[in-house]
């Protein structure tokens, strides 16, 4: 599978940004679609995660109540919607494939995308 994440770019805190990712050449050990993102000088961090097969997303904590994840199975697409930006939302975010159970870990994830940035300036 090849990913191409894009939609970063520089909003003010409280703005919102969505960010599409799409999917081509898609194979049953794509069934999970993730989304990560990695600050300057940090780990990359989990930030949603939902399967192509189903509605039932899962969210780490920095993620829940503010950004939406969502699927565009015709588009072969997954979304990220983001609300409510802190400038501690600032990163690149990067959108990865895996063919497992929804896991939190990078390492569970098998293709990534370039990444796409996103800054929230106060």
């Known amino acids: 599978v090849q990913l191409q994440a894009f939609g970063g770019g520089l909003v003010q805190v409280g703005g919102s940004l969505r960010l599409p990712c799409t999917a081509s050449g898609r194979t049953y050990s794509d069934s999970v679609m993730g989304w990560f993102r990695q600050a300057p000088g940090k780990d990359r961090e989990f930030v949603a995660a939902?399967?192509?097969?189903?509605?039932?997303?899962f969210y780490g904590d920095s993620a829940k109540g503010r950004f939406t994840i969502a699927i565009d199975n015709s588009k072969n697409t997954v979304y990220l919607q983001m609300r409510s930006l802190k400038p501690e939302d600032t990163a690149v975010y990067y959108c990865?494939?895996?063919?497992?159970?929804?896991?939190?870990?990078?390492?569970?994830?098998?293709?990534w995308g370039q990444g796409t940035l996103v800054t929230v300036s106060s």
């Open positions: 990865a494939a895996g063919d497992s159970d929804i896991v939190v870990s990078p390492e569970g994830y098998h293709s």
């Open positions: 939902i399967r192509w097969s189903s509605n039932s997303p």
